[in-house]
């Protein structure tokens, strides 16, 4: 099986997808901007070859980066990356070439929040009341419908990256006079816990692992200024992974990882906020592995080079993330606060500056059988000091 890998250096954890894929007997070649030599050596030593283009926004370039593969190797059989960023580029040099996997047909109702919400409201999945807003008309029509606060969003994007909450009518025209051009939805804002559905589909559909994460902080408030904490319990709820599996159904998911999130209300219910087909950012893969015993990396790779695989969940840890940014004034130093983590740190990790905003400069994981301990040590590392002298991160 010759499978292209786009970007396969970044971000750094990526590349042991590459290694999982070799150790199951693809060929694995590799397409991105870097040098070659640049590479790690880890990801140098699993690609059997890597052709580097100039710039992997240009499609032209990477049309024939493919070509010149597929002429050394034959038919190439899979085309990936993992990343949101590239999710519309994957589908096009699927359908380019004719690849199995998410085409250019697909791809709008996995990138366009609009589009997610027709899909989630077809399979009778509640979701915020939201509506594309091109014209300030449009914003304010919308708002006048389902009153303030609301929160405007691209259409396409990544994380809170461009989120505006408008509580006021001052709000809604600084938005209006500074957002960028692009399509933006506005929704109404859904009170309560953010959490998630997770996971890893086969060739067929079947959910062969799941998780779930449950945030304390939303991404807008941690890209904000606040600090991340999320984490991974050691059971799902009954009525998460119902909902998860409709999702799955709903959205068609076949041989891929997907990151599904949903808000849980005050009383109870859930409702859908968007899909993700890959796996949740940042260090999350590396914490279910901590946290399941198991070999997510590894897990996926069988998935497609052989179909499906079987994934042996007993949930023994809960595990948390705990971030700090550069500049605040904890009320821990950095060494008083690896001491706090104890035998419940098991990486300590610098964050790649581009997701630094959202998740911090720091993170700690942490993993213990009891989640509120685990919440209390967190809540230590994170506590702010009064004293205008304290050391920051």
């Known amino acids: 099986m010759n499978v292209v890998f786009l970007s396969p250096h970044f971000p750094p954890h990526i590349r042991q997808f590459c290694m999982r894929l070799r150790d199951e007997g693809a060929t694995v070649l590799g397409v991105a901007d870097e040098p070659h030599e640049h590479l790690h050596p880890e990801l140098r030593a699993a690609l059997a070859d890597y052709y580097r283009v100039d710039d992997m926004e240009r499609h032209d370039d990477l049309v024939r980066a493919l070509g010149w593969l597929t002429h ?15 999710l519309e580029t994957d589908a096009r040099l699927r359908t380019d070439f004719n690849v199995p996997g998410i085409g250019t047909a697909e791809i709008d109702r996995i990138k366009r929040k609009s589009v997610m919400k027709r899909v989630f409201r077809r399979a009778g999945i509640a979701t915020a009341r939201g509506r594309l807003c091109r014209t300030p008309a449009e914003t304010r029509r919308f708002i006048a419908e389902v009153g303030y606060p609301v929160i405007a969003k691209p259409d396409v994007g990544v994380g809170a990256a461009g989120t505006w909450r408008l509580e006021d009518d001052a709000g809604l025209a600084a938005y209006l006079a500074e957002k960028p051009p692009a399509g933006y939805i506005v929704e109404e804002v859904i009170e309560g816990q953010l959490l998630t559905y997770d996971g890893l589909a086969d060739r067929d559909g079947r959910v062969i692992f799941d998780s779930t994460l449950t945030y ?3 991404v807008l408030d941690a890209v904000q200024g606040g600090d991340m904490t999320y984490w991974i319990p050691r059971g ?3 009525d998460l992974r119902a909902v998860g599996l409709r999702t799955v159904a709903a959205f068609g998911v076949r041989e891929r990882p997907f990151h599904f999130e949903y808000f849980r209300r005050p009383d109870g219910s859930l409702v859908a906020l968007e899909v993700n087909m890959r796996q949740p950012g940042g260090l999350t893969v590396d914490m279910w ?15 497609v080079v052989h179909g499906t695989t079987q994934v042996a969940t007993e949930r023994p840890y809960a595990c948390l993330w705990a971030g700090r940014k550069h500049g605040r004034p904890y009320r821990l130093s950095h060494d008083e606060a690896l001491a706090r983590a104890g035998d419940r740190l098991v990486v300590h990790a ?16 942490l993993r213990g059988p009891d989640l509120e301990e685990l919440r209390a040590v967190a809540a230590d590392i994170q506590a702010l000091s009064s004293d205008e002298g304290a050391r920051t991160a």
Not at 78 to 84: F, G, K, Q, T, V
Not at 350 to 365: L, M, N, Q, S
């Open 216 to 218: 304390a902080t939303s």
């Open 350 to 365: 610098r964050v790649e500056p581009v997701f630094a905003a959202a998740i911090g400069d720091d993170g700690f994981i």
């Open 289 to 303: 592995d901590y946290a399941n015993e198991i070999d997510f990396y590894r897990a996926w790779a069988r998935v």
């Open 236 to 238: 799902i709820p009954d």
């Open 72 to 86: 050394r190797h034959g038919h190439i059989d899979r085309i990936e990356s993992l990343n949101e960023h590239w």
